[in-house]
C-alpha cells in the first residue's frame, strides 16, 4: 500500500504539455476579447458561437470576462447587468440556460442599438446551405413583422408546391431574365446549384431604403457575396442547421429533388457552411420563430410579433 503523502506526481512531459495547452487557451481567449473590443467582431457573434461549441473558445469564455471585453461596459456596469440579468459571475458563456442566453442577448442587442443611435441596420442578408430553412424564417418574419419588408427574388426555377407567385419569387423564364439583366434591373444574380438562376430586383430595395424600411434579402451565398460588394452597409447573417444530419434530414424530407439532385445540393451545402465565416451574424435554425426572432433582433427592430 503507498504510503499517505507519497502520490505519485505526473512525468514532466505531461506537466509541461498542460502547461502549453493552457497558455494556448489563454491567448485564444484573449484574442476573442480583443476582436469584441476593437470591434471587428460583434458581441452577439461571440454569443451564437459559445452556444454552437460550449467547450470551445468562446463557450469557455466566464461571462464576466465577456461583458468586460464589450466597449464602455466597465466593472461596475457590468455586475449590474448580471444581477439584473440573474447571471452568477462564475457561469461561463457555453453553460449558460437558455433563459440566461436570451436576456444576455436582449442586453446586447439594446446597447448595441443605444450605442448606434438606435438606426436598425437597414439592409440585412440572410443567406445558408439548401434546406436550411430560409424560405421559412423568411416566411415567418413577413408574417409576424410587418415593418421589415422582405425582398422578392426572380427565379428561373418552377414553382414548388404551395409557393406563388410575388409573394414567393417572381417566376420568371430565361428571356425574362435576361432582359432583367440587360436593363440592370437586378442587384445581384447568380446560377445556383448548376440549374436555376437567381436574382434580387433593385428598384423595390431602394424605394424602401429611401423611405427609412428596412429590408431583408433572403438569397443564396453567391448572391451575399455580390450584395456586400454592392452595397457595403449590408449587413450578412448566415443561417446554420442544428446539425449536419438535420440538414441531410430537411433536403431529403421535403422531397422537392431526385436523389441525384440531393446529392449534388449536399455537395454545395459543405462549401456553402465553410464560408460561413464571412457573415457578420450566424443564426442556429433549431425552432423557425426562435430563429426569426433572433434575425429581427440583430435588424434592431423593437417590435413585437403580431398576434393573429
Not at 279 to 303: C, G, H, P, Q, W
Amino acid at each position: 500500500m503507498a504510503e499517505l503523502g507519497n502520490r505519485p506526481t505526473p512525468p514532466d512531459v505531461d506537466r509541461v504539455a498542460a502547461s502549453r495547452a493552457a497558455i494556448a487557451a489563454r491567448r485564444a481567449r484573449a484574442a476573442v476579447k480583443a476582436t469584441i473590443a476593437s470591434g471587428d467582431v460583434s458581441s452577439l457573434t461571440v454569443l451564437d458561437r459559445s452556444s454552437e461549441e460550449p467547450e470551445g473558445i468562446e463557450g469557455r469564455l466566464r461571462v464576466t470576462e465577456f461583458l468586460l471585453s464589450v466597449p464602455a461596459i466597465g466593472t461596475t456596469k457590468m455586475h449590474e447587468a448580471l444581477e439584473r440579468l440573474a447571471i452568477s459571475p462564475a457561469k461561463r458563456l457555453g453553460g449558460l440556460g437558455k433563459h440566461q442566453r436570451v436576456r444576455l442577448r436582449e442586453y446586447l442587442v439594446d446597447r448595441e442599438a443605444a450605442n448606434h443611435g438606435r438606426r436598425p441596420n437597414r439592409l440585412v442578408v440572410l443567406a445558408g446551405p439548401t434546406a436550411v430553412g430560409k424560405g421559412s424564417v423568411a416566411g415567418y418574419i413577413r408574417e409576424n413583422y410587418p415593418d421589415v419588408l422582405l425582398s422578392v427574388s426572380a427565379t428561373t426555377r418552377s414553382p414548388r408546391p404551395g409557393e406563388v407567385d410575388g409573394v414567393n419569387y417572381f417566376f420568371v423564364d430565361d428571356a425574362e431574365f435576361d432582359r432583367m439583366i440587360g436593363a440592370g434591373e437586378l442587384l445581384e444574380w447568380a446560377t445556383v446549384h448548376n440549374a436555376s438562376r437567381y436574382g434580387t430586383p433593385r428598384r423595390p430595395i431602394e424605394q424602401a431604403l429611401e423611405a427609412g424600411r428596412s429590408v431583408l434579402l433572403e438569397i443564396d451565398l453567391q448572391g451575399a457575396r455580390s450584395v456586400r460588394a454592392a452595397m457595403p452597409e449590408a449587413r450578412l447573417i448566415f443561417l446554420l442547421p442544428p446539425t449536419w444530419e438535420e440538414l441531410v434530414r430537411r433536403l431529403i424530407g421535403r422531397g422537392t429533388e431526385d436523389s441525384a439532385e440531393q446529392q449534388r445540393r449536399l455537395e454545395t451545402a459543405k462549401v456553402e457552411l465553410a464560408a460561413q465565416d464571412e457573415f457578420d451574424y450566424r443564426v442556429v435554425n433549431s425552432d423557425v420563430a426562435d430563429a426569426a426572432r433572433e434575425v429581427v433582433d440583430l435588424m434592431k427592430i423593437r417590435t413585437a410579433p403580431s398576434r393573429s
